[in-house]
């Protein structure tokens, strides 16, 4: 699978807003980030290393035929995505003080989720300019990373005026 770097946003329009995954370990969950990402024309960053063999075939049930119509990126590893990042990084994780419900989303942010089974670690949330958490009932660990991706994603879409027309 071909993977283009992401275009550069025109200048008479506020940069979009992005999806990153952090070392996505289930080819399942990147399938349905990539085809929320294509219906709703939101960049992908894919940092690895990956839990499984990146190809057409290992996303293709999820991501069905949509995958042709996603901006992606992949980065060979945090340093390098870092690097290459536009804007803000607004983390998903569990451990943040801030709610969705009270976030403030700005053009050109990157809503960043970690990997299935760890999120990220230390130095990443340390990186990292803002930290989100997904209200939950108590004694609920965490969603699944596409559903999380899903939720906060509509409402950074939501605060932006960017859903599509």
């Given amino acids: 699978m071909t993977v283009p770097d992401a275009p550069a946003p025109h200048p008479c329009h506020p940069p979009s807003l992005r999806l990153a995954l952090y070392e996505p370990e289930i080819a399942g969950n990147v399938g349905t980030v990539l085809r929320l990402a294509a219906c709703l024309d939101v960049p992908v960053d894919l940092i690895e290393p990956m839990g499984f063999p990146f190809s057409d075939r290992a996303l293709a049930r999820s991501g069905m035929d949509y995958l042709r119509h996603v901006t992606m990126a992949r ?72 559903l999380a991706a899903a939720i906060a994603l509509s409402e950074a879409l939501r605060q932006t005026d960017q859903w599509p027309a």
């Fill in 75 to 146: 980065h060979a590893d945090w340093a390098s995505f870092k690097a290459q990042v536009p804007g803000r990084i607004v983390l998903l994780t569990t451990k943040a003080a801030t709610r969705l419900d009270q976030a403030q989303f700005l053009h050109g942010d990157t809503l960043l989720c970690g990997s299935e089974s760890s999120g990220v670690p230390e130095h990443v949330h340390a990186a990292v300019d803002l930290r989100i958490t997904i209200p939950l009932v108590p004694g609920r660990r965490s969603l699944n990373v596409a």
